[in-house]
């Protein structure tokens, strides 16, 4: 199917500012769906609130708009009570790790099968640039005028350490890559956390003086690199990208159903 | 031969029932007094192919019955008072969305955790104004085994009839009091389905678009229409909309489904109110202690009656006005600082007749507190 | 492997948010903003078919359509040149 079919182009062009890496986002996640060639009726996209929330509204597929932070645990409740579909869930940086970092890591821990993809801008873009749980220490924002003295997470550690089963990284410079580990993250069985960096030229990108979307798309080309490659040996600095965590332990889904098995021999 | 006699806690009782409506999912968190009904979905749900999930916290419940409603399932969610709390922010995207749902409180003496393993009704308000922004709500309530299970399936009827979540408020006392209970046969009780659109593929489905009787007929997440469902103000396919006119006709739409069908929503019983010179109006635990007055006082020959609310939530003022129309004495039994009593003030002709009794102190009210209060007002001295 | 040749690169300008991402982004800087800020093919002779401009637009603004004897892949793999 052309891109054109999986989208609600009605409401084309979407709100999100000029440059703005969600687009792309929602462009790998698109090629990634079409590649895989699923049914639209089949899958459920979850959105909390914020900038990101607005890519499930833009999604010809089962859209679920919530509320802030809490998109995990209203797609726990679809994945469970129905496990056939396809479940994914856009958050905000935000979004997903400061009033849904409880959320978080439950899901990762309880390993059921969804798919959350961290849109990793390092700001409140929506409420206007105020710093994020991602933005980082010494970053500017609006709510730190004279400076950042909040540390950041890291994604990928916290979603390691939190137990889930898949656990990628990678930029929206990085397009080919965004497709394949989206289509990776869907296809994997059990809890599946990508992070991608993506520019906020409006608010992250100017008040920190990195240049327009290009520009930001340029550091992430220059300051990440695969994982294992040498640059990191000689540069501690630079940023991995790739599959950090890719393995099988029993999916929530699957092991409820042995539930209802073992209450039914009772 | 249907072994349906049970000898169980009240909070048991609310399990039975809700497997009794079809429930199929439940979400929840440990919280006393509440606890045992998430124990037992844990063991029974499963047995009948539902599914059963302990949760991170009250707000996530919440959340999940939500979206396991709308993938088709009828859903629950148990708590206390400290949990209800956060529940709030979840119940009014439940209202926004139109997501049918059961939210049971099994109340505690409040605010903040309060008294954890004692009795109290303060959360009455809570239950009516506890989430942000207009909005109307159905809270239905029970004294008995009989009635948790009754009112309990009201609770999932009313919420597939009307979109819409329904509290349930039980109390420690009712929650935990044991007696017995006769389940009835499968059939007995009429259930209602959830209503499902008859549109077809490829044909325009209008999620938000009231039918003319007032009831919006969904499509299961899976099934055939792709919706959007958000908390935003939203047209009638479910996106996100601020037009003045659209807001308008929600917001009004969200309110009288519930405030214009108050009658059909309302339940009561009344006990001795034909010839009542003396009015009790009460519910939950406090209703047992003043059944149990009020008896006692018809047996020496005093003209009291008792009108025993089991729907607090439309307040059913017109039921409250006509009872209470030529008694000259009303006296509301609750166990909070007079929640009830203040709607039922709003609804008399007459609010200086209507009287509070009361306990707030973690302790079931009774029968004697009622009857020292009864003679306090009519000045004869406890 | 066949080249694939440039069928058709459509742009919808209404998408079109202006951001100059397919332009920097470009190998063959075959993309230009033009005097509305939109994104248009100035040297279309020059696409190699990469797709990037595409792959990256934040708008969902972009198509190319390219012809491929005897075979649909994409040809890049490497990020349009430059993948760390």
Same mark, same amino acid.
């Given at each position: 199917?052309?891109?054109?079919?999986?989208?609600?182009?009605?409401?084309?062009?979407?709100?999100?500012?000029?440059?703005?890496?969600?687009?792309?986002?929602?462009?790998?996640?698109?090629?990634?769906?079409?590649?895989?060639?699923?049914? !639209?009726?089949?899958?459920?996209?979850?959105?909390?609130?914020?900038?990101?929330?607005?890519?499930?509204?833009?999604?010809?597929?089962?859209?679920?708009?919530?509320?802030?932070?809490?998109?995990?645990?209203? *797609?726990?409740?679809?994945?469970?009570?129905?496990?056939?579909?396809?479940?994914?869930?856009?958050?905000?940086?935000?979004?997903?790790?400061?009033?849904?970092? #409880?959320?978080?890591?439950?899901?990762?821990?309880?390993?059921?099968?969804?798919?959350?993809?961290?849109?990793?801008?390092?700001?409140?873009?929506?409420?206007?640039?105020?710093?994020?749980?991602?933005?980082?220490?010494?970053?500017? *924002?609006?709510?730190?005028?004279?400076?950042?003295?909040?540390?950041?997470?890291?994604?990928?550690?916290?979603?390691?350490? *939190?137990?889930?089963?898949?656990?990628?990284?990678?930029?929206?410079?990085?397009?080919?890559?965004?497709?394949?580990?989206?289509?990776?993250?869907?296809?994997?069985?059990?809890?599946?956390?990508?992070?991608?960096?993506?520019?906020?030229?409006?608010?992250?990108?100017?008040?920190?003086?990195?240049?327009?979307?290009?520009?930001?798309?340029?550091?992430?080309?220059? #300051?990440?690199?695969?994982?294992?490659? !040498?640059?990191?040996?000689? #540069?501690?600095?630079?940023?991995?990208?790739?599959?950090?965590?890719?393995?099988?332990?029993?999916?929530?889904?699957?092991?409820?159903?042995?539930?209802?098995? !073992?209450?039914?021999? !009772? | 031969?249907?072994?349906?006699?049970?000898?169980?806690?009240?909070?048991?009782?609310?399990?039975?029932?809700?497997?009794?409506?079809?429930?199929?999912?439940?979400?929840?968190?440990?919280?006393?007094?509440?606890?045992?009904?998430?124990?037992?979905?844990?063991?029974?749900?499963?047995?009948?192919?539902?599914?059963?999930?302990?949760?991170?916290?009250?707000?996530?419940?919440?959340?999940?019955?939500? @979206?396991?409603?709308?993938?088709?399932?009828?859903?629950?969610?148990?708590?206390?008072?400290?949990?209800? /709390?956060?529940?709030?922010?979840?119940?009014?995207?439940?209202?926004?969305?139109?997501?049918?749902?059961?939210?049971?409180?099994?109340?505690?003496?409040?605010?903040?955790?309060?008294?954890?393993?004692?009795?109290?009704?303060?959360?009455?308000?809570?239950?009516?104004?506890?989430?942000?922004?207009?909005?109307?709500?159905?809270?239905?309530?029970?004294?008995?085994?009989?009635?948790?299970?009754?009112? $309990?399936?009201?609770?999932? &009827?009313?919420?597939?009839?009307?979109?819409?979540?329904?509290?349930?408020?039980?109390?420690?006392? $009712?929650?935990?009091?044991?007696?017995?209970?006769?389940?009835?046969?499968?059939?007995?009780?009429?259930?209602?389905?959830?209503?499902?659109?008859?549109?077809?593929?490829?044909?325009?489905?209008?999620?938000?678009?009231?039918?003319?009787?007032?009831?919006?007929?969904? /499509?299961?997440?899976?099934?055939?229409?792709?919706? &959007?469902?958000?908390?935003?103000?939203?047209?009638?396919?479910?996106?996100?909309?601020?037009?003045?006119?659209?807001?308008?006709?929600?917001?009004?739409?969200?309110?009288?489904?519930?405030?214009?069908?108050?009658?059909?929503?309302?339940?009561?019983?009344?006990?001795?109110?034909?010839?009542?010179?003396?009015?009790?109006?009460?519910?939950?635990?406090?209703?047992? /202690? $003043?059944?149990?007055?009020?008896?006692?006082?018809?047996?020496?020959?005093?003209?009291?009656?008792?009108?025993?609310?089991?729907?607090?939530?439309?307040?059913?003022?017109?039921?409250?006005?006509?009872?209470?129309?030529?008694?000259?004495?009303?006296?509301?039994?609750?166990?909070?600082? @007079?929640?009830?009593?203040?709607?039922?003030?709003?609804?008399?002709?007459?609010?200086?007749?209507?009287?509070?009794?009361?306990?707030?102190?973690?302790?079931?009210?009774?029968?004697?507190?009622?009857?020292?209060?009864?003679?306090?007002?009519?000045?004869?001295?406890? | 492997?066949?080249?694939?040749?440039?069928?058709?690169?459509? %742009?919808?300008?209404?998408?079109?948010?202006?951001?100059? %991402?397919?332009?920097?982004?470009?190998?063959?800087?075959?993309?230009?903003?033009?005097?509305?800020?939109?994104?248009?093919?100035?040297?279309?002779?020059?696409?190699?078919?990469?797709?990037?401009?595409?792959?990256?637009?934040?708008?969902?603004?972009?198509?190319? %359509?390219?012809?491929?004897?005897?075979?649909?892949?994409?040809?890049?793999?490497?990020?349009?040149?430059?993948?760390?």
């Amino acid at each position: 199917m052309a891109l054109k079919d999986y989208i609600r182009q009605r409401f084309f062009p979407h709100i999100w500012c000029p440059g703005c890496g969600h687009g792309i986002i929602l462009n790998g996640l698109l090629r990634a769906v079409d590649t895989m060639g699923l049914d !639209k009726k089949n899958i459920v996209m979850v959105s909390g609130i914020g900038c990101s929330a607005r890519i499930s509204g833009y999604v010809d597929f089962h859209s679920l708009h919530t509320l802030h932070g809490r998109a995990l645990a209203f *797609a726990t409740g679809v994945k469970l009570s129905k496990p056939e579909l396809n479940v994914i869930v856009p958050m905000g940086d935000g979004d997903a790790l400061a009033i849904g970092g #409880n959320h978080f890591i439950h899901a990762a821990r309880r390993n059921i099968e969804m798919t959350a993809i961290v849109m990793n801008n390092r700001v409140y873009g929506m409420t206007g640039g105020q710093f994020s749980p991602l933005s980082g220490y010494g970053t500017m *924002a609006t709510t730190v005028p004279y400076g950042n003295i909040d540390h950041d997470f890291d994604v990928v550690d916290l979603a390691t350490s *939190a137990g889930a089963t898949f656990v990628a990284r990678t930029s929206t410079y990085h397009v080919h890559e965004l497709a394949e580990l989206i289509t990776k993250a869907i296809n994997h069985k059990g809890f599946s956390v990508l992070e991608v960096l993506t520019q906020c030229p409006t608010y992250f990108g100017r008040r920190n003086r990195i240049g327009d979307a290009s520009e930001m798309m340029e550091v992430y080309k220059k #300051n990440t690199v695969r994982i294992g490659s !040498k640059k990191k040996q000689e #540069n501690p600095d630079l940023l991995e990208r790739g599959i950090f965590v890719q393995k099988e332990l029993p999916e929530y889904c699957r092991e409820y159903d042995n539930i209802i098995s !073992k209450a039914r021999q !009772k | 031969m249907h072994d349906a006699i049970k000898f169980i806690q009240g909070n048991e009782v609310c399990v039975e029932a809700a497997l009794y409506a079809g429930i199929n999912f439940f979400a929840g968190y440990p919280i006393t007094p509440s606890t045992e009904i998430a124990e037992q979905m844990a063991v029974r749900l499963p047995e009948t192919g539902g599914k059963f999930i302990q949760m991170e916290d009250e707000i996530s419940s919440m959340c999940a019955i939500i @979206g396991a409603s709308l993938t088709g399932h009828k859903t629950m969610t148990a708590t206390s008072g400290p949990g209800f /709390s956060l529940m709030q922010e979840a119940l009014g995207y439940a209202i926004m969305a139109e997501i049918p749902c059961v939210i049971v409180n099994v109340m505690r003496g409040g605010p903040s955790t309060g008294l954890p393993t004692h009795v109290g009704q303060g959360d009455v308000c809570q239950a009516r104004y506890g989430t942000h922004g207009d909005h109307a709500i159905v809270t239905l309530t029970a004294s008995n085994h009989h009635d948790i299970f009754r009112m $309990t399936i009201e609770a999932f &009827n009313i919420a597939e009839t009307y979109r819409t979540p329904v509290i349930l408020l039980l109390d420690e006392v $009712t929650g935990h009091l044991r007696e017995k209970i006769e389940i009835p046969e499968p059939g007995k009780i009429p259930l209602t389905k959830r209503l499902r659109t008859a549109v077809k593929s490829g044909v325009d489905y209008h999620p938000y678009l009231p039918r003319e009787d007032g009831r919006l007929p969904m /499509s299961d997440f899976g099934d055939i229409h792709r919706y &959007n469902v958000t908390g935003l103000y939203h047209d009638m396919w479910g996106f996100p909309t601020d037009k003045p006119q659209i807001v308008y006709g929600l917001i009004r739409h969200l309110v009288d489904k519930i405030e214009n069908n108050t009658p059909k929503i309302t339940r009561f019983r009344k006990y001795y109110t034909k010839d009542a010179e003396t009015l009790f109006i009460s519910y939950g635990a406090s209703a047992r /202690s $003043t059944l149990h007055l009020v008896e006692n006082r018809r047996r020496r020959g005093e003209n009291v009656g008792l009108l025993e609310l089991q729907s607090l939530w439309p307040f059913p003022a017109d039921i409250v006005r006509e009872a209470c129309q030529h008694v000259p004495l009303v006296i509301v039994v609750e166990m909070n600082m @007079g929640q009830i009593t203040k709607e039922v003030k709003l609804a008399v002709d007459d609010p200086k007749k209507v009287f509070l009794a009361n306990r707030i102190d973690g302790v079931l009210i009774t029968p004697t507190d009622i009857r020292n209060t009864l003679r306090v007002i009519q000045g004869k001295g406890v | 492997m066949a080249k694939p040749a440039l069928k058709e690169h459509r %742009i919808e300008r209404q998408w079109c948010k202006g951001c100059g %991402i397919c332009v920097h982004f470009c190998p063959k800087k075959v993309l230009e903003m033009d005097e509305e800020d939109k994104a248009f093919a100035a040297r279309l002779e020059d696409c190699i078919c990469c797709r990037m401009c595409e792959l990256r637009c934040p708008d969902l603004a972009v198509e190319v %359509i390219c012809e491929t004897s005897g075979n649909n892949e994409t040809p890049d793999k490497d990020q349009g040149g430059g993948n760390a």
